[in-house]
């Protein structure tokens, strides 16, 4: 079981899902119990990844290897490091939560529901696992599908022209992504004479620049989409306002991390010159400022409550872009923070929508008001989750924002004082929002019997809550699994970056900091 505990991991929900095929679509409650039950046992198996994990090593650990197609150099190849194993146990969390939050919310079609949620659970830890590009590239593809009938099946009034339009957005990037891919394939026989997917070896690759960047606008568009990152975003409002509460809470906590990881995983250690160019590091990061920004000032226009959370999406994942691009410690190992941070406070704020969804069945902030005083454990929650996700010290959101600002300050203190109105206008819509729907008086007859929340629905939040304290009040478990794959990126993409090396120096436009500046990994590697 340890030799293949990758695997486990992954296909315990294809497993669960095949099994639910088989049932009976008349037996509602047993396959409600089983697709809960599967879920389950899928983030119970991958604790054991969080245990077995070595902080101190750089490298891919837990390594699964074996031919897939020989013929095309193709291989199952699925390994994990720090990055990777926080997006996993996000993943596995988040999907058995939205699948438990489901119980009462879907009567139609039910055993196809759960099993397009199983299907997606797959393909999403598998987008994380994968050390082989083909195999990378599948399960990419296989995340469309359920997502296409979780939204345009169960989805809201104009369930068909959100489900169609994320898929040709998103279809439309894998394409392009593809051509780049196949790029690399071919080039690394030119060079070395056999063909392979495998990331280490794609690594070794030396092309030269021109080609490093046609390759990484195939890979930006792809990645960029999936993001979203402004102005490739205008799919997901649409995606989010029409998809089921699972489904909304499945997109914005795990699907659009595919996009951040993208970039983390694959275009800054396979193109590092075509990265580090500082034309190309304005453009994203003038991208990244741009979104924050409209994100937040579009969220305040909003009087539909979930298209509101939707657009946060926009300016809070322009922060991960903005810690990615500012290619240094501090920015990158706060995308990623933050990356799980968005996960567990936006899941929960489309939880929060989900809910009172649920027992009014209307969106429209106007016809809310004074909720506090008649569901007060709903609005408890509400508050943790609209705190969390506005950065309030104590709570995750503020630990992931202010490495990222710091990591940006410490490249140009311009990108942080403009990055740092989205947390202001955040606070803003955030506070705003919770004012017109909780506090004050009932404007609203409709709302005066609204039931508070339920004992399972308690049970989805808790484990969110209790995650986002944890990291607000003590994140330094999560830097250190990420320190030692966060300092080899950066030396990948930056040489000499931790000894202050002439590389180093000029790329962003400010010298490299001085060994010790960051964390014990730079001072291990000044030593």
């Known amino acids: 079981m340890n030799e293949h505990l990758l695997s486990i991991v992954l296909f315990t929900p294809l497993a669960g899902m095949i099994v639910l095929l088989f049932m009976p679509a008349a037996k509602k409650n047993l396959i409600r119990v089983w697709a809960n039950l599967v879920a389950l046992a899928g983030f119970l198996v991958s604790i054991p990844l969080v245990m077995r994990y070595d902080r101190t090593s750089a490298g891919f650990q837990m390594i699964e290897k074996f031919d897939w197609i020989p013929a095309l150099g193709a291989k199952y190849y699925v390994g994990i490091d720090g990055i990777s194993l926080l997006l996993v146990m996000l993943t596995t969390l988040v999907g058995f939560l939205a699948i438990l939050s489901s119980w009462s919310a879907v009567e139609d079609r039910l055993k196809s529901y759960y099993a397009m949620f199983l299907l997606q659970q797959t393909g999403m830890i598998g987008v994380f696992l994968a050390l082989d590009f083909f195999l990378f590239y599948v399960f990419w593809e296989v995340v469309l599908v359920p997502m296409y009938f979780i939204i345009g099946v169960w989805g809201g009034p104009r369930k068909l022209y959100a489900a169609i339009k994320f898929f040709l957005y998103t279809l439309a990037g894998s394409v392009l992504m593809l051509l780049g891919i196949l790029t690399l394939y071919f080039?690394?026989?030119?060079?070395?004479?056999?063909?392979t997917f495998e990331i280490a070896d794609l690594m070794k690759l030396d092309l030269p620049l021109g080609l490093q960047q046609w390759v990484f606008w195939a890979f930006f568009i792809g990645f960029a989409i999936k993001v979203p990152m402004f102005p490739f975003h205008t799919w997901l409002p649409d995606a989010h306002v029409e998809a089921p509460t699972a489904g909304s809470v499945i997109l914005a906590s795990v699907l659009l991390k595919m996009g951040t990881y993208g970039f983390i995983r694959f275009s800054l250690p396979l193109l590092p010159k075509a990265s580090i160019e500082p034309w190309i590091v304005q453009v994203l990061i003038g991208l990244s400022i741009v979104g924050i920004i409209y994100g937040a000032l579009v969220s305040l226009m909003q009087r539909d409550w979930k298209k509101l959370v939707a657009y946060s999406s926009v300016s809070h994942l322009g922060f991960c872009t903005l810690g990615i691009f500012a290619l240094n410690?501090?920015?990158i190992a706060g995308s990623v923070i933050q990356q799980v941070n968005h996960g567990i406070s936006t899941g929960m704020l489309f939880l929060i929508v989900g809910v009172i969804y649920e027992r009014r069945h209307t969106r429209e902030i106007k016809e809310y008001g004074g909720l506090a005083h008649v569901m007060p454990i709903y609005s408890i929650v509400f508050a943790f989750a609209m705190l969390s996700s506005a950065g309030l010290p104590l709570l995750n959101g503020f630990v992931g924002e202010f490495t990222i600002l710091q990591g940006a300050f410490e490249e140009n203190r311009a990108w942080a004082a403009f990055a740092v109105t989205g947390v202001i206008l955040g606070a803003a819509y955030l506070l705003w929002l919770y004012q017109r729907t909780m506090l004050g008086?009932?404007?609203?007859?409709?709302?005066?019997?609204?039931?508070?929340?339920?004992?399972?629905?308690?049970?989805?939040?808790?484990?969110?809550?209790?995650?986002?304290?944890?990291i607000g009040v003590y994140p330094k478990p999560y830097f250190e699994i990420l320190e030692k794959p966060v300092a080899q990126l950066v030396e990948r993409v930056r040489p000499g970056y931790f000894q202050g090396g002439a590389q180093a120096k000029t790329d962003l436009g400010r010298p490299a900091p001085r060994p010790g500046a960051w964390m014990p990994v730079q001072q291990e590697a000044a030593r």
């Open 441 to 470: 008086q009932v404007t609203n007859a409709k709302n005066l019997k609204l039931p508070d929340l339920s004992l399972r629905e308690v049970a989805v939040f808790l484990p969110l809550i209790a995650w986002s304290i944890w």
């Open 187 to 195: 080039q690394h026989f030119r060079q070395f004479g056999f063909y």
């Open 329 to 331: 410690p501090n920015g």
